[in-house]
Nanobody, 129 residues
């Protein structure tokens, strides 16, 4: 059993900042990837940012980030492998960033297992005056 729990969402004015957290818990041997996705009403879920390490477990150094073009230069993804926790620092927020933000992770529960995908329940981010 693996659980992903997001936190840190809320209401913020345009130009403001928020920091999201995703805590993974349960049976975790290694994490191969973690990422943030978002889904606005009436739109498809899209990748916001992801950390991975070329098909290997993410090292303690944090792996390699990948960002959607729409958030490059504004958002920063990071991961603390020791704590099984991922963060998304969101700066210069725009109304179009309004969405439910979901945590996603590829996790090996024990040595030799396949990588399985898990999703959190999401946290609402609303950017509005």
């Amino acid at each position: 059993q693996v659980q992903l729990v997001e936190s840190g969402g809320g209401l913020v004015q345009p130009g403001g900042s928020l920091r999201l957290s995703c805590a993974a818990s349960g049976s975790i041997f290694s994490i191969y990837a973690m990422g943030w996705y978002r889904q606005a009403p009436g739109k498809q879920r899209e990748l916001v940012a992801e950390i991975s390490s070329g098909g290997t477990p993410i090292p303690s150094s944090g792996g390699t980030p990948n960002y959607a073009d729409s958030v490059k230069g504004r958002f920063t993804i990071s991961i603390d492998i020791a704590k099984n926790t991922m963060y998304l620092q969101m700066n210069s927020l725009k109304p179009e960033d309004t969405a439910v933000y979901y945590c996603n992770a590829g996790i090996v529960k024990k040595s030799g297992d396949y990588v399985l995908e898990y999703w959190g329940q999401g946290t609402q981010v609303t950017v509005s005056s």
